[in-house]
Structure formats: structure tokens, C-alpha cells
């Protein structure tokens, strides 16, 4: 009876009372777990956009090389060339270096940070607080340091051999990115650069964030205080052509009017003086990019970084730019044959992938991918535990592949966007087990909840996508045309995603893109010219032309204005239409672009301005296309 006694009504209801209070608890745990899945997969797509549309950027980036060698190519006389070649013309290294930098004057009313030479640490440390308070340090002090600098870093290796010691851990922090309060919070975290806490830097100091000039001026005031301490590696972006793409350029010239060029002209030969590589207790291998299966240390180390050179002509031919290693194109290296070349720009450019084999590393248009057996190849070469590199990034500011073999460091947080990612540095003890500190630089998005965070970075990212998606849209509406035969308007969800991705080639999930690109009927079919509404506000055709352009015209604009004044003269519109267009190979009649150039409303000084230039561009392309 009593065993029975479970069994009875009163009983029932006892036993099921728990199970009721359980009940809410487990839903709202079931709901919560969710909503927290369904943000992070939006956060993870936003930034699967932002990458695959940055490492397209950077395809187009080499294409925009491959015009600059165009250019010499077709447009440099013979003479000119011999000369240039031949030519000894004095270099950063001359005592012009120091003649400029004495000659400028700093004035009584100047308030912000001084440097006198030898550098002390107080000295150091009072430059950086002006810097963290965005102060500008004075062109007649950058040019001193980076003479310097320059000097130092002509004594050092190609290949730096760092000792580690439990007493003395070494730091390593990857990609900057102009991102100057990343620098300070890693600085604040870990202590500043000492003989007993060394640093190494990773390359890409530069580009993107607003203050790559201000990081480069503290890495190069620790470089000159712990020269045997303080290590800096070659990325990427330290590279004149990335330079002038990327924002770099722009940020000099912005804030030195009067010395921009010249001291963007120094750091373009500083820059082929950074070490390409780190050895740390002979164990640990560290560059910007990776390897490939051509990848020779003893070679590496045996190439003369600074000597290696090529000429690109700015201003219409007329004025001639040292590039250093690793500013070219791949089309660049083919073309001199030099197995150098290509070695750096592997060092330089190229990523790990899980596969096996070595192969073109095909979104960025350079270097390489290399799998788990070319990094075993390496390590068992040379005897080495790991490999470290940055390059890449990364949204808990490192990765492990490769076995754990392969490490990448990624110390630029909030990269994409506000709250997007953490960067991360590494410290070092000769035990060589990388021990990982993780961090982010927070402004606004500790005010903000996660889905308003989530939400930011996905409308940013989605914006970036179809400002992208209208460039290509008369080779996407040509990709949709082929699956609708009748001329509905109609397709099914997956013909618009294999046309999407036959054309944009971003490797994107456009399924679970869909609901936010393209207007979609019950019956589940999409009409596809609904991915271009959102520009329908403004002309078309001329936003497509400027979307398209607009990067590699700012280039090539940049180059051609000497002076930097934002304006060109027709001649010089002339010369570069002419320039630009063969390159397209597109035929232009001479008597076509003089009445475009006659058409163009100049100021009362005869010249046009940036803007009036791509405009220029987009209806000599369409009378071109018409006469074709």
C-alpha cells in the first residue's frame, strides 16, 4: 500500500509541482542560449564580409602595381630609362638628410613635444603622453628621429637573433594598424619597452587607423633607446604603393602641409631597412606574412634588402621614386626574374591554409598558401618549434594552426568596426610556450548592449557589401539574365547565390545573406534586381564608374599631384586618361579627350579638382564603350 501510495492523485500532483517550477527556467535558458547563437552568427557573417571584401581590395591592390609597371613599360623613353638606371642620385642617406631636418625652424609659440638627442626614457616618456593627448610632434623632430632610425636600423640583419631568459621574457605584438590607443593599452599592461622587458613588433605599424605616424615615431624612440632590445619586423603596409591606397600617405600629408613629402620620402627608404624576419633562442621563427616551400633562411639573410630597388614614375613621368623591396607586384617580379624578390614577398604577404602544398595565394593576389607539411619541411630544416606570424586578423587577437606549429598574433582590437574583434600580444620565456594576454580598447561599446554592438557591426558590414555588389552590377545582371530565360525578374534562391558568387567571388554565405540583399516572394524565389534599389537614388551609371575606380584613381591622383594641392591641369588630365586607358586597353581618340578636357569647368586658375576628375573618367569610359 504504501509503495502504491505515489500512485494516487494527491501524489501525482506532489511529484509534478517541481517539474512546473522547472519548467520557465528552462526556457528562458533555451531562449537566451538562442538569441546569444543567432547574435554571434551575425557577428561572425558581418565579419566574414569585412575580411573577404579586404583581401579582394588587396587583389585590385596588386592590379593597381601591375599599371605603375605598366607605366614604365610603355611610357618611360628608353633614354630616360638608361638614365634613371645609371643615374647616382643622392639618397636619404646623404648628408642632405641632414641639412633638411637643421634648416627647419621650431618656433617660440611651438608647444607640443621636443626631442634632444641621445633619447633618455623621460624624454620618452614625455612624448608619449603628448602623443596620447594627440599632440603633434614637429616635422624638424620626426626628421632627426627617422636620420636616427634610419641609421640604427642599417646595422641590423635581415634575420634578428633575439635570447630569451626567465629574467627576460620577450613581448610580441602583431598588427597596429595606426591604431595608437592599442599601442598604449598593450604598453600600460605589460610595462614600457626596457634592457629587461624587450618588445619585438611584427610589421604593419601603418595604414587604416588615424595614427600610424605617431606609432612609428614611438617605435623608432624605443628603437634608438634599446636598440638591442627593442625589435622591429617588415609587414605588408610598410610599402609606399600600400601606402598611398591605404590611408598612410594621406595622413602625413594631412598633418605636415609643409615637410609631407619629404619625410614620407625618408620613410620609404627607412622601411626597406627593417629586418624581414626574428629568431628567437634559435627556436622560434617570427615574420610578418609566412613561407613557402621556396623559403631559404640562409638566402634570406644574405639579400641586400636595401639595394634592391625599382623606379616608378610620379607626376606624368617627371619625377622619379625609390621603391623598395617588396612594393611590387607580382607581375613586377616576373618581370625582373629575381628569385630575391620573390622570397621577401612570400615573407611578407603570404598565409597559412589546412590543406597540404604550397600554392598562389589567390585572395590576395600575392605570395603564398602554405599547408602543415611546407611548415614541417621548414621547422625540420632549420630545427625550429613554431613558426609566429600576424597579417591576418583574427577575432580573439590570435589562432592557432598547423598542430599548434603555425601561431597567428593580431594586436589591432575593434579592427572592422567598434566591439568587431580583441587583439592579443604574446609573451615568451625560454621555456618558448607562448602565453597569450587578450584585450580591447573600448570608447562607446561598453555603453552599448551586445545586440546593439552586433547590430552596428552588421549594418557596416552590409552597407560595405552592397556598395560593392552595385560595382559589378551590369556583370551581375548579365549572371542573373542566364537563369531567367523568360525575363521574369525571377530566379530561384540558388541561382541568385551561384551568380552571386560567380561574379563577387567573395566566398560569402549568401543563403543566409539573402533576407538582407534581395526582396524575396512567397513562393521562395528572389527578384534580383532588388540587391540595387538602395542606390536608386543617384545616377547610376556615374556611382558604378566611381565605385569601381574611385581607390586606385586616388592613387594614381596622388601620384600625379606633385604638389598636393588636389587640383591637375588639363595637360596632366590628358596624360593620364591616355596613360590609364591603354593600360585598360581601351582605344581613346585624341580628339575625343581634348573636347572632354575643353568640356571640363576649371577654376579660374585652368585647373580641376578630384572630384571633376572622376567624373571625367566616367563619360570618356562611356563614350569610349559607345564608339566600341
Not at 34 to 52: D, G, N, P, V
Not at 183 to 209: A, C, I, Q
Amino acid at each position: 500500500m504504501t509503495a502504491n501510495h505515489c500512485f494516487s492523485g494527491k501524489g501525482r500532483t506532489r511529484n509534478k509541482e517541481p517539474v512546473r517550477k522547472e519548467l520557465p527556467s528552462v526556457l528562458i535558458q533555451r531562449w537566451y542560449r538562442c538569441k546569444r547563437a543567432q547574435l554571434e552568427i551575425r557577428r561572425r557573417y558581418s565579419l566574414t564580409i569585412f575580411e573577404s571584401i579586404e583581401y579582394a581590395d588587396e587583389q585590385e591592390q596588386t592590379q593597381l602595381s601591375n599599371f605603375f609597371t605598366f607605366m614604365m613599360e610603355h611610357c618611360v623613353h628608353r633614354g630616360e630609362a638608361a638614365h634613371t638606371s645609371n643615374s647616382s642620385h643622392d639618397s636619404p642617406g646623404t648628408d642632405s638628410y641632414v641639412i633638411e631636418y637643421e634648416k627647419i625652424d621650431v618656433p617660440d609659440s611651438y608647444r607640443g613635444p621636443r626631442l634632444s638627442f641621445p633619447l633618455d626614457i623621460a624624454r620618452a616618456k614625455a612624448l608619449l603622453n603628448a602623443l596620447k593627448d594627440r599632440q603633434l610632434l614637429h616635422a624638424r623632430y620626426v626628421l632627426q628621429l627617422l636620420h636616427e632610425a634610419r641609421r640604427v636600423l642599417k646595422e641590423k640583419p635581415n634575420i634578428t637573433h633575439v635570447s630569451v631568459s626567465y629574467f627576460k621574457e620577450i613581448t610580441i605584438c602583431g598588427d597596429l594598424h595606426g591604431n595608437l590607443d592599442d599601442l598604449l593599452l598593450v604598453f600600460h599592461k605589460n610595462g614600457l619597452p626596457s634592457e629587461t622587458n624587450p618588445y619585438l613588433f611584427n610589421g604593419d605599424f601603418v595604414d587604416r587607423g588615424e595614427n600610424s605616424m605617431e606609432i612609428l615615431i614611438i617605435l623608432f624612440v624605443f628603437l634608438l633607446l634599446y636598440p638591442n632590445d627593442f625589435h622591429l619586423n617588415r609587414g605588408n603596409h610598410e610599402d609606399y604603393i600600400i601606402n598611398m591606397k591605404y590611408g598612410f600617405s594621406k595622413e602625413v600629408l594631412k598633418k605636415y602641409k609643409d615637410h609631407g613629402k619629404i619625410i614620407l620620402y625618408h620613410l620609404q627608404d627607412i622601411f626597406s631597412w627593417l629586418p624581414l624576419a626574428t629568431l628567437v633562442n634559435n627556436k622560434v621563427l617570427i615574420v610578418h606574412g609566412g613561407i613557402s616551400d621556396n623559403t631559404d633562411l640562409d638566402s634570406l639573410n644574405l639579400i641586400e634588402r636595401s639595394k634592391k630597388s625599382l623606379v616608378i614614375f610620379n607626376h606624368c613621368l617627371d619625377r622619379e621614386v625609390s621603391v623598395g623591396v617588396g612594393r611590387n607586384c607580382l607581375a613586377a617580379v616576373k618581370r625582373r626574374g629575381s628569385s630575391d624578390f620573390k622570397i621577401v614577398l612570400d615573407i611578407l604577404w603570404s598565409d597559412p591554409q589546412k590543406k597540404h602544398g604550397c600554392t598562389l595565394n589567390q585572395r590576395r593576389g600575392v605570395g603564398c598558401c602554405f599547408g602543415p607539411d611546407t611548415t614541417d619541411q621548414l621547422l625540420k630544416r632549420y630545427n625550429l618549434k613554431m613558426l609566429i606570424r600576424s597579417h591576418e586578423f583574427k577575432l580573439d587577437g590570435y589562432d592557432l594552426t598547423h598542430d599548434g606549429k603555425v601561431i597567428t598574433i593580431f594586436s589591432a582590437s575593434n579592427y572592422y568596426q567598434e566591439g568587431s574583434n580583441r587583439g592579443a600580444y604574446i609573451r615568451m620565456n625560454p621555456d618558448l610556450v607562448p602565453h597569450f594576454i587578450q584585450y580591447q580598447v573600448c570608447t562607446c561599446t561598453d555603453k552599448q548592449k551586445n545586440w546593439e554592438r552586433v547590430k552596428t557591426i552588421e549594418q557596416s558590414a552590409l552597407q560595405t557589401l552592397k556598395e560593392r555588389i552595385f560595382v559589378h552590377k551590369h556583370k551581375l545582371t548579365d549572371a542573373f539574365a542566364k537563369y531567367d530565360s523568360s525575363s521574369t525578374g525571377r530566379i530561384s534562391v540558388n541561382d541568385w547565390a551561384t551568380a552571386m558568387e560567380s561574379v563577387l567571388q567573395l566566398q560569402l554565405p549568401w543563403r543566409t545573406l539573402k533576407s538582407q540583399l534581395v526582396k524575396t516572394y512567397p513562393d521562395g524565389n528572389v527578384d534580383y534586381m532588388s540587391c540595387f534599389y538602395y542606390m536608386n537614388t543617384v545616377q547610376p551609371a556615374l556611382v558604378e564608374t566611381l565605385c569601381k575606380y574611385r581607390s586606385d584613381l586616388k592613387v594614381i591622383f596622388n601620384f600625379m599631384d606633385e604638389d598636393q594641392s588636389g587640383l591637375i591641369s588639363p595637360d596632366e588630365f590628358r596624360k593620364t586618361w591616355k596613360i590609364f586607358s591603354s593600360y585598360l586597353g581601351i582605344h581613346s581618340h585624341d580628339e575625343a579627350i581634348d573636347k572632354l578636357a575643353q568640356s571640363i569647368d576649371y577654376n579660374k586658375d585652368g585647373y580641376i579638382d578630384f572630384n571633376e576628375f572622376l567624373e571625367a573618367f566616367h563619360v570618356v569610359h562611356n563614350l569610349e564603350n559607345k564608339a566600341a
